[in-house]
Structure formats: C-alpha cells, structure tokens
C-alpha cells in the first residue's frame, strides 16, 4: 500500500511539474501552434480600473492610463472604488475634467461586486480589467485587443512583470513561480486557450460579461465562463503591465489563500469548463494547470509520508549519518549564495503549498470573501525588512561542529574531537597570526598605493552628541581652530536629546558658523548622523565625537586622500589618553597590532571599518543606515566599499579622546560593539554584494573570524581537555589555556595590574569575555541602537 501510494502521489506531481509541459510542447510540435488572426483594431475601450485605499498608487495609475498610446476618444477610463476612505476618490475626482470617471460603491462590498456594477455601464465594445497599482506599457491596450480582430476570442490576458525588491524569499520565488506560469500560458494558447485571466490586464468583449457572486474571483472565473460559451482565452505577450511582488512571504500567503480559496470555488461556479465534450482539451488544461496544482501539496505529503514509511528502517539505522548530512546542507545554505537560493525558492513553493491547502479548505467550505485589504493599505510594502538569521554569523562554528559529528559518524569520537581540536586551534593561530603573515605577503605582491593631492574643498564636520555639557564647548573651540581655511570649514552639533546644556553650549557659537540641530527626544547616535547629514552642503563630510580632539592638521591629512577618485572614506588615528584603569599598556598594544592590519589593508585594498572618532566620506557615498544602527562606523563605510570605492587609514590624521576609565566600562563598549556586529551580519545589506576579493578577505579574517574567537577558543579547551588524561599535548594546551583565564581572573583586582603579565592577560580576557557577551546579545535579541553614557572629559594632545 504504501508502494502504491507512493507511486501514485509521486507520479502526479511530476506529471503537473513536467509532465503537462512536455504534453503540451508535443501537441504543439505535432500539430502547430492554434493561429490567432490579430489585426490593429482600435474599437471603443473601457478601462476598469479597481480600488480601495490606493491612494498611494491612484495618481500615478490615472496618469498611466492617460498616457497610453489609444485613441482618446474611443477610451474610457472608470475607477472602480470599493468604498474608499483614504482619500483616493478625492485623488481620482481631480482628474474628472480630463473625461476620468468615478464609480464609488457607498458601502465596501468587494472588487466583484464593484465590477458587476460597472460593466452594464461601461461604453466600450471592449472591457479591460486592471488593478489601481498595475502601470501599463504605453502600446498595451493595442497589444490586447488586436487579439480581438479574431472572431473566436474572447479574453485576452496580458502579461504582468513583477518589479522584485530584492533577495527575500517571495521575491526570488515569485520570479522563478511567475516565469514558469507565463510559459504555460504560452503553450496553453499555442494548443488553444489558456486557464484564466490576469486581473491586472484582460480584456473581453462586453457582450460576454456575466455577473458573478460577490465572492468570485473575476479574473478566473470570468474566462471560464467565456470559453465554456464556446470562445477562446488566450495570452498576449506584448501587452505589459508591472506591479510589485509582494515581497514580504506572510503577504505572499494571505493573497494565495484567497486566490486558491475563490479559485476553487469557481471551478464549480462554471462545471462546463470541466466538461471535454463541450471545451475539449481545455478540460485537461484547467484540471492539470489549476486543480493538480493546488492539490500538489497534499500528494507530496502523501509522497513524504509513504516514503519515510518504506525507508525508515535505513533511517533509524544512520540517524547520526542523516543528522551530519543536514547539518552539512544547512550550514551551506547560509555560505554558499546558490544553496542560498535554493533555500529560498524551497521556502517560497513551501508557502504555496501551505497556502493552497488552506485555501482548498476554505474553498470547499465555501468561506471566502470578496473583501480584502491590499498589501499597500496593510503597511507590506512600506514596512522594513526583516533582519535575517543570525546563524550567518555563526556558520564556521556550525562548520566545525559538523565535521566534528561527521569524523564520529565516519571513524570515532576521539578522531572527531582531535578534527574540533586543530580546526580551532588553526582558526585561532590565523586570526591573530596568520592573517598578519597574508597582509605582508599581499602588501609585496598587491600593493595598490593611494595617489593624495594638496587640495582644500568645503568641509562639513558633524558632531553627534548626547550629555556632552562637560566637553562639547571644549570640542568646538577645537574644530574651529583647526589649520584648514576658515571659509571652508564648517560645523555641524546635532543634540541628541540632551537634558544637559549641551544645545545651550553649542548655540553660543552660531554667531562664528556653528549650526545646531536639537532632537527632542534621544533616538541614538545613527538617527543624530542621519538628521546631521540632512544639514550638509559640502562635498566633504568629517563625523567626530565630542570628546575626541583634533590635533591641528588632521582634517587635512583626511581630505588628501580624496583627491584619489578611488577612495570614499578615510579613517584617522585616534590616540586613547588618561590611566584607564591600568589598562593603558595592554589596550595600547593591542590597538599598535590593530593599526598595523589597518594600515596594510588600506595599502592593498580596503579596510572593513573606520574609526567612528573621527573618519571622512563622500558626502554622495552616505547611505544613511537604519536610525537603530548600532555600528554606524562598520554600516556606512561598508555601503562604500559596495559601491567600488576604497576605505582607507590615515595615520597622520590624529586625534586624542579620554579612554574607558575602568574595566567595566571598556567590557560594555566592547559588548555592545559585537552585538552590533551581529545586527550588522543580519541586515541583508550586510556583506554584500562585494567586488573586491580583497576587501572579503579583510571582512572574514579582521572581523567576522575574530569576533568568534571566544567561541574558537572554548571549542578548543573543551577538545583538549577531554583529551587530556592521556595526551601531552592537550594537556599543555589545557593547562596554557587555564593560566591565561587565572590571570585574567587575578587582573580583576587592579592591585596586580601593574604586573605586566598579568594586565596583558586581563585585557586580552576582558575583549574575549565581552566578545562572546555581545554575540550572544545580538543573537538572542536587539542590541541597544542608544550607548550608555559614562561621564568624559575632553582629551588634551601631549
């Protein structure tokens, strides 16, 4: 039985995947394809164009309408509104001196019934159906009813070309969905009529217009009506219209829910379309293309079901071998682009599957409406996208734990954990080894020098600040002084919602050129960049903090570098002062190791960030970043770089600010960081696209291998010390690794500090601690887009 089911279910499915297209080539090449004798008529035209709460689309749908290459007076254009009540009749009723009409329903009753209302008092010998955010092609009412020229049609369907917003699941699904559609059609029309309409364009004659209940889907029940009276439906290719997919995947299932559910209902609605003696093949197009579709998913569970049923035996016998093999496949679908998109035309067909069995349901239950709200109304379209998986971040940890489950499916647990032992050890020593050791080779074989010049363009600086009473009068007087012509300079304070005198401070400047902007309420630094930039001019865009000092020449030493049409953004070398917490030798050394991978990577290609101190763009390369943008200085530089420009280090453009004046301090700067690094991984504008190998390479090894070095490193102690016991050398890396996190510990106590070994261990657990805290914030929820607030005092240069 199971046998049977499952050749059944399995062989209906590839009929309706490839079967019926292959059944139809060959009719096609057999017998030729159906003529269709098409002529450049013009007869009188309405054009019916649906509505409710379009008011963000109407004008430029009206507009469309009236540009469209069809002689005036043999068009008629009706909006159709089903009870409106955003102000889109309003909109409509401004273009009633150029011969537009309205038809309002009083009360919201439903597209249908709106139709079945204004189709007896349409004018035109032909009826054109569209919808409010559907913008024609201006040949395309032509293209539509030459068709009609040919005495046996009456329905022409258009072709509807969806503007896809991107990588999301529903629009890399639609596209692929919509094409495979649009081939039927073709093949369907070449034989003799295709399934259904487009409700965003068809035509048919007027004569042929039944009413429909309330609750029908016109655009699919309306042709079959037409070809079960004896006419033709077919498909046009050259008449074009295009609308937006619904791009977000829970809009993309409501709207086939209802399509599925109404379209259901329709094929009992009109039973002579199934009837071959009266509509002939068309019967096998409406049951192969439409009924076999929607019940797709039901024989595919059914296939799933009676397989697992045959083959679980061998499933429950290498469960680890089949839990290994998902891990592999999911682990590529976050790293590799084409699994990726695989991942997403599955997920896509998935919710159609859902959907259609919803939809069956609700059908044959016979609860469908006629009523909904479009996407536009409902906010879909305007709403940002969602943030993607933070597993991206984590894939070559999901890497190392699947090679360490496939060593113990394959071999042993000893020879797994001896694979997890050196895979972290390895990425360890790469980090912060072997990454340096490839930037040397690079800089010898790929050195790609920057080119400065000596000119002085307008210069904007914009200092975002929140509570900065104690520095900010300190910072301006700063900026102002610094060695750049005074004519071309200017300084931008946004007050990001200071309770403090900040704003006062600031405004006793404007006299010498200082624009303040107060934002009522604290929103983040990201939103004080954003609303600063709206207030720039200049070509040129200096961001600073408020507590970072200039030395005199550093805005020059940035700008230099932008006399190289190559570079967009140039980083200075910011200076931490002051004692911090005894902190300042170790915290030194590692920002000398720092400075050194930013410095080759500028020379041989670009870094992955700036110093968000004090860093200069393009003011045209500024893409402003979500306002909850926690790593502005990762966010807006890497827009840059996606657009083929270089990020670059200027060493010589210093500057001093007060570093973390105790541990705590530093270890919440350092948290946040990270878990901005996550949010900035999940955004889909991320990590790419990217053009430059070298900039990838920089982004993985400076950056993304790095802020999982914590999670490397616990990989590492646990493989070593279950392995211990008996193992010299996992025994010393155990006890190495055990010392490091002792004198860390120790350090906690700022009495042993001074001891070099033990500040250096400190610091270097403190930045993996705060590491692993941060990623796991970002994974597991939203970082703050709002830093907390330490008290500062300005630095002051030696």
């Known amino acids: 039985?199971?046998?049977?089911?499952?050749?059944?279910?399995?062989?209906?499915?590839?009929?309706?995947?490839?079967?019926?297209?292959?059944?139809?080539?060959?009719?096609?090449?057999?017998?030729?394809?159906?003529?269709?004798?098409?002529?450049?008529?013009?007869?009188?035209?309405?054009?019916?164009?649906?509505?409710?709460?379009?008011?963000?689309?109407?004008?430029?749908?009206?507009?469309?309408?009236?540009?469209?290459?069809?002689?005036?007076?043999?068009?008629?254009?009706?909006?159709?509104?089903?009870?409106?009540?955003?102000?889109?009749?309003?909109?409509?009723?401004?273009?009633?001196?150029?011969?537009?009409?309205?038809?309002?329903?009083?009360?919201?009753?439903?597209?249908?019934?709106?139709?079945?209302?204004?189709?007896?008092?349409?004018?035109?010998?032909?009826?054109?159906?569209?919808?409010?955010?559907?913008?024609?092609?201006?040949?395309?009412?032509?293209?539509?009813?030459?068709?009609?020229?040919?005495?046996?049609?009456?329905?022409?369907?258009?072709?509807?070309?969806?503007?896809?917003?991107?990588?999301?699941?529903?629009?890399?699904?639609?596209?692929?969905?919509?094409?495979?559609?649009?081939?039927?059609?073709?093949?369907?029309?070449?034989?003799?009529?295709?399934?259904?309409?487009?409700?965003?364009?068809?035509?048919?004659?007027?004569?042929?217009?039944?009413?429909?209940?309330?609750?029908?889907?016109?655009?699919?029940?309306?042709?079959?009506?037409?070809?079960?009276?004896?006419?033709?439906?077919?498909?046009?290719?050259?008449?074009?219209?295009?609308?937006?997919?619904?791009?977000?995947?829970?809009?993309?299932?409501?709207?086939?829910?209802?399509?599925?559910?109404?379209?259901?209902?329709?094929?009992?609605?009109?039973?002579?379309?199934?009837?071959?003696?009266?509509?002939?093949?068309?019967?096998?197009?409406?049951?192969?293309?439409?009924?076999?579709?929607?019940?797709?998913?039901?024989?595919?569970?059914?296939?799933?079901?009676?397989?697992?049923?045959?083959?679980?035996?061998?499933?429950?016998?290498?469960?680890?071998?089949?839990?290994?093999?998902?891990?592999?496949?999911?682990?590529?679908?976050?790293?590799?682009?084409?699994?990726?998109?695989?991942?997403?035309?599955?997920?896509?067909?998935?919710?159609?599957?859902?959907?259609?069995?919803?939809?069956?349901?609700?059908?044959?239950?016979?609860?469908?409406?006629?009523?909904?709200?479009?996407?536009?109304?409902?906010?879909?379209?305007?709403?940002?996208?969602?943030?993607?998986?933070?597993?991206?971040?984590?894939?070559?940890?999901?890497?190392?734990?699947?090679?360490?489950?496939?060593?113990?499916?394959?071999?042993?647990?000893?020879?797994?954990?001896?694979?997890?032992?050196?895979?972290?050890?390895?990425?360890?020593?790469?980090?912060?080894?072997?990454?340096?050791?490839?930037?040397?080779?690079?800089?010898?074989?790929?050195?790609?020098?920057?080119?400065?010049?000596?000119?002085?363009?307008?210069?904007?600086?914009?200092?975002?600040?929140?509570?900065?009473?104690?520095?900010?009068?300190?910072?301006i007087r700063n900026t102002l002084t610094l060695d750049y012509p005074a004519g071309s300079l200017r300084l931008v304070v946004v007050s990001d919602g200071s309770v403090d005198d900040t704003a006062a401070i600031a405004r006793r400047f404007e006299p010498d050129g200082v624009t303040v902007v107060e934002i009522p309420e604290r929103r983040g630094k990201t939103a004080a960049l954003n609303d600063g930039m709206s207030r720039v001019r200049s070509d040129i865009v200096v961001l600073t903090d408020a507590n970072t000092m200039l030395e005199a020449g550093a805005v020059r030493a940035l700008v230099r570098n932008l006399a190289d049409s190559r570079v967009g953004a140039v980083s200075g070398d910011v200076i931490l002062m002051g004692d911090r917490a005894s902190l300042a030798r170790s915290e030194d050394l590692y920002y000398r190791y720092e400075r050194w991978l930013q410095r080759v990577e500028s020379q041989i290609g670009s870094m992955p960030g700036v110093d968000g101190a004090l860093y200069a763009i393009r003011r045209t390369l500024y893409e402003p970043p979500p306002d909850d943008t926690v790593l502005d200085d990762m966010a807006i530089p890497m827009a840059v770089v996606r657009r083929g420009f270089r990020v670059v280090l200027e060493p010589e453009a210093r500057a001093y600010e007060v570093g973390s004046t105790s541990a705590w301090m530093e270890f919440a700067r350092r948290v946040r960081i990270t878990a901005g690094a996550v949010q900035f991984i999940r955004r889909q504008s991320g990590l790419g696209p990217l053009r430059d190998w070298r900039m990838s390479l920089a982004l993985v090894s400076h950056k993304v291998l790095r802020w999982l070095s914590p999670v490397f490193a616990i990989l590492l102690l646990a493989s070593a010390a279950w392995q211990a016991p008996g193992s010299t050398i996992h025994g010393a890396v155990t006890a190495a690794l055990v010392g490091v996190a002792a004198l860390g510990l120790v350090g906690c106590s700022t009495r042993f500090r001074d001891l070099k070994p033990v500040a250096l261990m400190h610091y270097l657990c403190l930045v993996e601690t705060a590491a692993l805290a941060g990623l796991l914030r970002g994974t597991l929820g939203r970082p703050p887009s709002k830093w907390r607030r330490f008290a500062r005092s300005p630095a002051v240069s030696s």
């Open 1 to 475: 039985m199971t046998w049977i089911l499952f050749a059944l279910s399995s062989g209906l499915l590839a009929y309706v995947a490839v079967g019926y297209p292959l059944l139809l080539k060959a009719i096609v090449r057999l017998r030729g394809e159906r003529p269709i004798r098409r002529a450049d008529i013009t007869p009188p035209l309405t054009l019916l164009i649906s509505a409710y709460n379009e008011r963000a689309v109407i004008r430029s749908k009206v507009e469309n309408a009236l540009s469209l290459d069809y002689p005036r007076d043999r068009l008629e254009i009706v909006v159709v509104s089903d009870a409106s009540t955003d102000g889109t009749d309003e909109i409509v009723a401004e273009f009633a001196s150029r011969g537009v009409r309205l038809a309002r329903q009083p009360e919201r009753r439903g597209k249908t019934a709106g139709l079945n209302a204004a189709v007896p008092a349409a004018r035109g010998e032909v009826i054109v159906f569209s919808d409010a955010n559907a913008l024609y092609e201006r040949d395309a009412l032509r293209m539509l009813v030459r068709n009609l020229a040919d005495p046996e049609v009456g329905c022409v369907t258009g072709e509807a070309r969806y503007r896809l917003g991107g990588r999301r699941t529903a629009d890399v699904g639609e596209g692929v969905y919509w094409n495979l559609e649009l081939n039927l059609k073709r093949l369907e029309t070449g034989v003799g009529s295709t399934v259904g309409g487009d409700g965003a364009i068809y035509a048919i004659r007027r004569e042929l217009w039944q009413p429909l209940p309330a609750t029908a889907i016109n655009d699919f029940l309306n042709p079959l009506q037409i070809v079960a009276a004896g006419w033709r439906s077919v498909y046009e290719p050259a008449a074009v219209c295009y609308e937006s997919a619904a791009g977000v995947t829970r809009a993309e299932y409501r709207r086939r829910v209802r399509i599925v559910s109404r379209s259901w209902r329709a094929v009992f609605q009109a039973p002579a379309a199934l009837n071959p003696f009266r509509v002939g093949f068309f019967a096998v197009s409406l049951v192969s293309h439409k009924v076999l579709r929607w019940f797709a998913p039901v024989l595919l569970l059914v296939a799933g079901a009676s397989g697992v049923a045959r083959l679980w035996p061998y499933v429950a016998q290498n469960l680890v071998q089949v839990a290994v093999v998902a891990l592999i496949v999911a682990i590529a679908a976050l790293v590799l682009p084409p699994v990726r998109r695989g991942f997403a035309l599955a997920g896509y067909f998935a919710t159609l599957g859902a959907a259609s069995i919803v939809g069956l349901v609700r059908g044959t239950l016979n609860r469908v409406s006629g009523v909904w709200a479009p996407p536009r109304e409902s906010g879909v379209f305007d709403a940002p996208p969602r943030e993607g998986s933070a597993l991206l971040l984590w894939s070559p940890v999901l890497a190392i734990l699947g090679l360490g489950a496939l060593a113990a499916s394959l071999w042993d647990t000893p020879a797994a954990l001896d694979l997890v032992f050196l895979v972290a050890a390895g990425l360890i020593a790469y980090v912060y080894a072997g990454y340096p050791v490839v930037l040397a080779l690079l800089r010898r074989l790929a050195a790609d020098p920057i080119v400065p010049g000596d000119s002085t363009p307008d210069v904007t600086v914009v200092v975002a600040a929140n509570d900065e009473a104690r520095v900010i009068e300190a910072k």
